[in-house]
């Protein structure tokens, strides 16, 4: 089965300051993978997507996340923190289920805080 | 794009009831998904919901426990049954408009549910 892993329960960056959230994945095959947020009372709202191309993948409110294909790796990015940014942020793998459905697979979520 | 509510937005319940979570999108889509997001933990499928054909399950989770309807294309529930304070969670419905797993998921607000 499919799976990412966040090391990181909580990522905290002064405003203004780059950030990084970590991400790892695990996976049989090409990975189609994704980077969700969720701020506080509210649903998961989609930032990017890596399906092929190109390593380097820009999203919503400034984000981008590397994909790193030797490391196993998909961290999110952005250069300069804002503290609005504060939210807890999912990265996630598709995965097939034994319907042949596809389906998304969570990590267990990172806590981003920044501070003005 | 999609649209998605969902009601109740959270709700406190008492041992041994059952919750029913309405999820109404705004445009007709194949597949629905409902998660549980227990406390500090990440998103967990519960089942796979298709117009027309009995929901699919997810490992640890049984219809007994959460049945689901999906009545017609924009519209599904999914019920809490026999609660219990295992079952505090959130739970979010979430749809994918187009079919295709490169696309991203939308999800509604989500459900706040405590059982007391």
């Known amino acids: 089965a499919q799976s990412v892993a966040q090391p990181e329960d909580q990522v905290k960056v002064a405003e203004g300051n780059p950030l990084t959230v970590k991400c790892t994945y695990s996976v049989s095959g090409n990975p189609y993978l994704f980077w969700y947020v969720q701020y506080p009372n509210r649903g998961l709202q989609f930032l990017l997507k890596?399906?092929?191309?190109?390593?380097l993948v820009k999203g919503s409110y400034g984000f981008e996340a590397e994909f790193n294909k030797s490391q196993t790796s998909f961290h999110l990015k952005k250069p300069s923190a804002l503290v609005s940014d504060s939210a807890l942020y999912f990265c996630a793998v598709r995965d097939l289920m034994n319907t042949g459905f596809q389906k998304l697979v969570f990590g267990t979520g990172t806590r981003l805080l920044v501070s003005p | 794009s999609a649209v998605i509510s969902q009601k109740p937005s959270r709700d406190i319940c008492q041992r041994g009831t059952s919750l029913t979570i309405q999820c109404q999108v705004d445009?007709?889509?194949?597949?629905m998904f409902w998660y549980r997001q227990q406390p500090g933990q990440s998103l967990t499928l519960i089942a796979t919901a298709n117009q027309g054909s009995e929901a699919t399950y997810e490992s640890g989770f049984v219809i007994d426990k959460f049945p689901i309807s999906r009545p017609n294309l924009t519209f599904s529930t999914l019920t809490v049954s026999n609660m219990s304070p295992e079952d505090s969670s959130i739970y979010l419905c979430s749809v994918h408009p187009t079919g295709g797993m490169s696309e991203k998921l939308f999800f509604g607000s989500g459900t706040q549910l405590s059982v007391l």
């Open positions: 445009s007709q889509v194949t597949m």
């Open positions: 890596y399906i092929t191309g190109d390593n």
